[in-house]
């Protein structure tokens, strides 16, 4: 009696973990494919989740920055370009952690840092950081990238250096703000602007992944302004602009003209700024199904 | 009186201390200040806030916890089975019995608390030492408040508690309208003030009915949202000392209030 119980009891573990296992695996393969397809998701507007988060409203805004990073972390591994319905929900996503917590810094980082580069939301993220200041108001940061993008992104020095004055007002700053604006009045929207506000931005921050796109992008604005020297040479020297950047090598300004690390093709913008056909932001993978 | 009530609180207390459930909402509790020190690192730049965020919320959950399924069990036990014959046949009075269950239960709140403060320093402190960048406007003192502010408003819920034990005759029924208080008390200044709003703004969201309802509703629940000093400890904000006063005398009048109509309502009681 005890041993055909205990050979039952064998039987069944035999037979039933085997079966639970394959299904595990079945399971969650099928639940990765599901979410591999699944659109962006919802983000529940701000007056509803304020008041069903009852009294926990900082910690849910904690949880939907997570989910918001998450997403565009998936979307960068994966090499998935963010179509627009996704930068929809990622903006809308911030908007509401900044509506349960409007202190909470990382969502305005990660929106300056995003917002702009990628998804060029100019608007959006200012708007976002100006809802910051209002709160942050002994924060430096956040006028600082609002200044920033007026300078870089619209091309509106009035503003741009009001909002870096602003910023140099405030306690904390760092002491090469105050030069910051008036160099930046100089360079205007050159690759000098980009470069010196990245090199701030990078030493800043504390995320691998988000450290690893600006050192590229920090890389390219690096080539972006040793062409940019060169041109300038060149246009002291001959008053007119080269036809095109291979004459800078030709003539001696470059040694070479350095690779595009997005793996565009350089040229000259009417405003004398060097650009890259890449834009600086990664090609689009070739459409995969 | 006071030996009388003060001995009550303390075999209160006791007996809940002796409750298994209280490990397990202990072993919650330090497994959301264990979390949180392994997700610290998803965030960016203000690790302080989702530090704080973390602990403030396994602090005040584990409370809410401790009330909703040890407390309600300590006051309607005896109801339930019948041992508060027993209870009142010693020389005490029956408001002297509410008090005494009342402090019994806010001691073990308050002896919880202490215990989850303990460990929940040491996480900041901590996680304050992985990342000493990354804590901008934190200071010890608002946390501390805070989690004061918690210990007043598990004490209100306590009282809410002892005031339904006081008037229903199933611990159920207890914990439905405790709950429902509670649920009622921390989302409703959301819900007007997001209704005043919309008023302002010319939309109309909700009847004129219903606003009043709820404005009345308003003066029935407290309003749990005046002790919630959360973000002002995620982020150091400056706490007003008026604040912090009105919050504490709103509170504490509160308590008093609900536990003097449990004693008229409880006196009055017939058990069977």
């Known amino acids: 009696m005890r041993w055909r119980r205990a050979g039952i009891n064998a039987l069944m573990l035999v037979v039933l973990l085997p079966v639970y296992l394959f299904l595990h695996g079945i399971s969650w393969e099928q639940r990765a494919e599901v979410r591999r397809s699944s659109p962006p998701g919802y ?7 304020r008041v069903l988060a009852m009294g926990y409203q900082g910690l849910l805004s904690d949880y939907e920055f997570l989910r918001a990073i998450t997403f565009y972390g998936d979307r960068s591994v994966k090499q998935e370009r963010m179509s627009a319905a996704d930068w929809d929900f990622f903006t809308y996503s911030l908007e509401v952690v900044t509506d349960l917590d409007p202190y909470f810094l990382d969502p305005y980082v990660l929106g300056e840092g995003l917002l702009t580069w990628d998804a060029q939301r100019f608007e959006e993220a200012n708007a976002l950081l100006t809802k910051g200041m209002a709160y942050r108001d002994w924060d430096w940061q956040l006028p600082y990238y609002v200044g920033f993008n007026h300078f870089y992104f619209l091309k509106d020095y009035a503003s741009g250096s009001e909002y870096l004055m602003q910023a140099a007002e405030m306690p904390g700053s760092p002491a090469f703000l105050k030069t910051l604006a008036a160099r930046l009045a100089y360079y ?3 690759s000098q602007t980009a470069l010196l506000f990245l090199q701030q931005m990078l030493a800043q921050s504390n995320s691998d992944t988000l450290k690893q796109r600006m050192q590229k992008r920090l890389l390219v604005l690096e080539r972006a302004v040793q062409i940019e020297k060169a041109l300038q040479r ?12 291979q004459m800078l090598v030709e003539e001696g300004y470059l040694q070479k003209l ?21 834009k600086f932001v990664d090609p689009k993978p070739a459409q995969s199904k | 009186m006071l030996k009388r009530v003060g001995a009550l609180a303390l075999v209160t207390c006791k007996e809940g201390i002796r409750d298994r459930s209280l490990f397990g909402i202990l072993l919650f509790a330090l497994f959301v200040l264990g979390l949180n020190v392994a ?3 998803f965030f960016m730049r203000d690790l302080g806030k989702v530090t704080v965020d973390m602990n403030l919320a396994a602090l005040s959950f584990a409370g809410l916890l401790l009330v909703f399924f040890i407390g309600i069990n300590l006051m309607a036990k005896d109801i339930d089975k019948k041992t508060i014959h027993l209870v009142l046949s010693k020389p005490f009075s029956r ?51 805070a989690v004061a502010f918690i210990a007043l408003q598990l004490a209100l819920l306590c009282a809410i508690v002892v005031f339904f034990s006081a008037i229903t005759t199933s611990s159920f029924i207890t914990l439905i309208f405790s709950v429902a208080s509670y649920l009622v008390g921390v989302s409703i200044e959301e819900v007007l003030f997001y209704l005043k709003s919309q008023a302002a703004a010319g939309e109309v969201v909700a009847s004129e009915t219903l606003r009043t309802v709820l404005e009345v509703v308003a003066w029935l629940v407290p309003n749990f949202a005046a002790f919630d000093l959360k973000t002002e400890a995620a982020h150091g904000l400056v706490l007003e000392p008026a604040r912090l006063f009105t919050s504490a005398a709103y509170g504490a009048g509160y308590i008093l209030i609900l536990l003097w109509l449990a004693t008229l309502i409880f006196r009055r009681r017939e058990f069977n």
């Open chain 1, 188 to 190: 205007g929207g050159k």
């Open chain 1, 43 to 49: 983000t529940m507007p701000a007056p509803f989740s």
């Open chain 2, 95 to 145: 408001g002297e019995y509410i008090y005494g269950k009342y402090l019994g239960l806010v001691l073990l709140v308050v002896c919880t608390l202490a215990l989850l403060l303990v460990f929940s320093t040491a996480t900041v402190a901590g996680v304050h030492a992985m990342y000493p960048a990354y804590f901008g406007g934190f200071t010890w003192g608002v946390y501390f408040w």
């Open chain 1, 258 to 278: 350095p690779p595009d690390p997005y793996g565009g093709e350089w040229g000259i913008l009417r405003n004398g700024r060097v650009y890259s056909t890449s």
């Open chain 2, 39 to 41: 997700v610290a690192g």
């Open chain 1, 234 to 245: 060149y246009r002291n020297e001959h008053d007119t602009d080269p036809v095109a950047l």
